[in-house]
């Protein structure tokens, strides 16, 4: 599986789990949405993070409402700035600040 936030996601989806069957079931269920979903799994399970939210029925409630395409859409909206010489960071402005 790829992804930054699908193995943390698991880390910490594992460490609630009382039992190791219980645990072998989630990692399969895991591996289940990977499968069907290899695009959209680490962007569902990075929203999971963010609510703290550890469990298949989390996850699959989050692909149904379509909240990772929301974010994915509203983060190509918004590209990020590349880095010009001409641009003045928030320290620049400090200074400024400091010598009024």
Not at 85 to 97: D, F, K, V
Request: proline share 3%; aromatic share 8%; hydrophobic share 40%.
């Amino acid at each position: 599986m790829k992804g930054v936030h699908i193995g943390s996601w698991a880390t910490n989806a594992v460490a609630g789990v009382p039992h190791e069957d219980l645990t072998w079931l989630l990692l399969e269920g895991l591996n289940k949405l990977y499968k069907k979903y290899p695009e959209r799994l680490d962007t569902v399970c990075r929203i999971a993070l963010k609510k703290e939210e550890y469990t298949l029925k989390a996850l699959k409630l989050i692909m149904k409402t379509e909240d990772d395409i929301a974010v994915e859409m509203s983060e190509a909206d918004t590209p990020e700035l590349s880095f010009h010489e001409n641009i003045r960071g928030g320290s620049y402005y400090q200074e400024a600040e400091a010598l009024i």
